[in-house]
Every structure is written in structure tokens, then in C-alpha cells.
């Protein structure tokens, strides 16, 4: 099968291959994949930022595809069928724990840049109706990550949400909280997208470059009572100021590194607001399903900023590593 490989750590290391098609053994389905979606975390592999299994791997956690053969022992899915296999197959549900979070498609196991994959049938979710593949291959890394976000907190209509930049995890955000009724916060970068975003249904805009102290900014907007939830998806540039954002007894949904992991922060708001600081890493098969059900109910369209095709993923990857450029997902389609 044609295959996309890279064979270092490098963004320029991708070559294209072909591999032996994967056979489904008991209890797998062969997945036809259509399409995939970058996630910061597949960048982050391919800069040495976060450990890979080994070189060559086909990269790429998030994909979508159509069953094309079932293992023996396989129920419940019949060939033809449109699938999302999860980036966490052996996670099904229930709480995180090492193995359910030690085997990850794109990392250690191969990941959607390849014609076909074997998964656990287990670890498959049908792809909503109104979904296309690229639509469908944007849910797993960032919409089960945004669900499990709005649902960390108490989102009763009115409930303030801070969301930081325009990418795939936060504008799955946006999307879930307005669903929630959720009153949206939104800082960016910039104002084309601030726009994009108000258009989503984000209700207040801070463009965190001309509002550097977009925090106090938060406190104006809500008359000093700050945010419910803040989806912390910056990492170390903003955390300081999420927390100076929270409300009293508010929640930070801790995610992202792209300013990288390490910063100082004051304990003095975590504990006289009595904020919640709540880590997360994506989540289960259980939650993506919940996810895409949430999605089919309100009609959410992921937001898809382009489509590459497979033998351009070399700059796909440069686009979603130059930070800042795209809005919501960048797809890869084959
Ligand atoms: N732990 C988990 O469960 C989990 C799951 C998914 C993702 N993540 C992590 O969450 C982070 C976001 O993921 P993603 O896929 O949404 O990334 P992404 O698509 O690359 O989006 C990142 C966005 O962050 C914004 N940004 C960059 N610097 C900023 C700053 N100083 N202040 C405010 N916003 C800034 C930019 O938005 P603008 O261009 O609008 O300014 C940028 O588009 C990544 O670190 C990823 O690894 C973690």
C-alpha cells in the first residue's frame, strides 16, 4: 500500500513508500483511510518535542476512513461502513490509566498517512451522517479534547468560557460551548480571525497581541468576576494570566504547550479563588463517541482551514509549525 513515512525527527523528512497492506487479526478491522487532520502533537513528533517509537513511522494521529475487511470475532460493523478509528485504541473509557493511554496511533503505533490501518474494532467510532472524511478525521485528538474540556465545569447557560487562539482544539470548543449556551471569550492573534470566530457565535473578542494584558480585559468583560472555564491550550505564555482570568471557584482545563510546558506562576489565585486546575490527555473511545454525538445533535461543522494532499504533507506540516497561520484543522487527503 502507498505510505508516507518519516524516516527522522525533521520536518523535512517525510518520503513516500510503499509498505505491506495490514492483515486484521481477531478482534481488528482494516480501515480504507480517506483522510487525516494535523494535531500540534503531530508536529511536536516530527521537531523531537515529544518521543516517537522509533524512525521510520507512518505519522499522523487522526484519521477517517471506510471498513474494508472485518477480523474474525468482529461484530457490530459491517464493511463499507464510514469510521474514525481513535488515536487511543485501548482506552474504551472509564478513568485514564498507563495502559490506556500507552499505545497512540501516530506515535508508537502507525498512524492515518497510509492507505490502510488494522485497529481494534474497539477503538472505533461511526463517522457522524453529516460528516465528509476530512470532517470526520478533524474529531479525535481535538473534539474529544474540547468535550471533555466544557464538560470539566458546570456549563449552566451564562457560564463565562475563555478560549486562547484559533486552533482545532479551541474552535471545537467554541463550537461545544455554544451548544452549552455557554457565554465565549475568545483572544487571538488576529482580527481576520477574531471575525471567523464571531461568526462561530464567540460573543466577546480580545486580540491578545493589541490586548497583551487580555486577562484584565476578561475580568472588565465580566464585571471582575472572571472566567468559568478557561481551555488552557497556550501552555507557558498565557498560564499566569488564565489563572489571573478565572472565576472564583473556576476551572482550568490545562492542555497545551505550544509556548512550550515550563512557567513560573503565582499559587496566590489558585488558592484564595480556589481554582481547579484540571490536566488532560485527549480521552477514550467513550469520549470521542459521546463527541461526535454532540456533534451530529447540534449539526457542528469542524472547521476546516485547507486540505493537503498526501504527497504535499510535508507542507501541511510546515503550515500547522509556522503557528498562528490556520484557523480550526489542516487536512491531509488520500
Ligand atoms: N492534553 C490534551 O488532551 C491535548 C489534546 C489536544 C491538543 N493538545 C495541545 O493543545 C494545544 C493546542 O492544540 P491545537 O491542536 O488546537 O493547536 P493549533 O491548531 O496549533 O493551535 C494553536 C493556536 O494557539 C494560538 N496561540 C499561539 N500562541 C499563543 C499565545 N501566546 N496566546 C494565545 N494564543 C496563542 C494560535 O492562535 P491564533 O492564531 O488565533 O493566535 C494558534 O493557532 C497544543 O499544545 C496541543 O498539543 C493537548
Known amino acids: 500500500m502507498k505510505a508516507i513515512e518519516l524516516t527522522a525527527a525533521s520536518l523535512s523528512a517525510f518520503r513516500r513508500t510503499e509498505l505491506p497492506e495490514p492483515k486484521a487479526a481477531r478482534g481488528e478491522v482494516l480501515v480504507r483511510l480517506r483522510a487525516a487532520t494535523l494535531n500540534f502533537l503531530d508536529v511536536a513528533i516530527a521537531t523531537g518535542q515529544f518521543p516517537a517509537a522509533g524512525f521510520p513511522m507512518v505519522p499522523v494521529a487522526d484519521g477517517a476512513g471506510e471498513i474494508a475487511a472485518l477480523g474474525e470475532g468482529v461484530s457490530g460493523w459491517t464493511i463499507g461502513e464510514r469510521v474514525i478509528p481513535h488515536f487511543m485504541p485501548n482506552w474504551q473509557g472509564g478513568a485514564i490509566t498507563p495502559r490506556n493511554v500507552a499505545a497512540l496511533r501516530g506515535v508508537n503505533l502507525p498512524g492515518s498517512l497510509a492507505e490502510y490501518a488494522a485497529v481494534p474494532a474497539t477503538s472505533l467510532v461511526a463517522l457522524p451522517a453529516h460528516l465528509d472524511f476530512v470532517q470526520g478525521a478533524a474529531l479525535p485528538i481535538a473534539a474529544t479534547t474540547a468535550w471533555n474540556a466544557v464538560r470539566s465545569a458546570p456549563l449552566r447557560p451564562g457560564a ?142 469542524p472547521v476546516i482551514d485547507r486540505i493537503f494532499d498526501i504527497d504535499d504533507a510535508a507542507a501541511a506540516y510546515a503550515e500547522l509549525s509556522a503557528g498562528g497561520r490556520h484557523f480550526g484543522k489542516l487536512a491531509i487527503a488520500h
Open 160 to 301: 463565562v468560557v475563555l478560549l486562547l487562539g484559533t486552533g482545532g482544539v479551541s474552535i471545537f470548543a467554541l463550537q461545544f460551548a455554544k451548544a452549552h449556551g455557554a457565554t465565549v471569550i475568545l483572544a487571538s492573534s488576529s482580527d481576520d480571525k477574531l471575525e471567523r470566530a464571531r461568526q462561530l457565535g464567540a460573543d466577546h473578542l480580545i486580540n491578545y497581541r493589541a490586548t497583551p494584558a487580555w486577562d484584565e480585559e476578561v475580568l472588565k468583560l465580566t464585571d471582575g468576576r472572571g472566567a468559568d472555564l478557561v481551555v488552557e491550550t497556550v501552555g507557558a505564555a498565557s498560564i499566569a494570566r488564565s489563572l489571573n482570568a478565572a472565576a472564583v471557584g473556576g476551572t482550568v482545563f490545562t492542555v497545551g504547550f505550544v509556548t512550550g510546558t515550563a512557567a513560573p506562576i503565582d499559587l496566590l489565585p489558585v488558592i484564595v479563588k480556589a481554582l481547579r486546575i484540571v490536566g488532560n490527555n485527549t480521552g477514550s473511545v467513550a469520549d470521542l463517541a459521546e463527541a461526535a454525538r454532540a456533534i451530529a445533535a447540534h449539526r457542528i461543522v
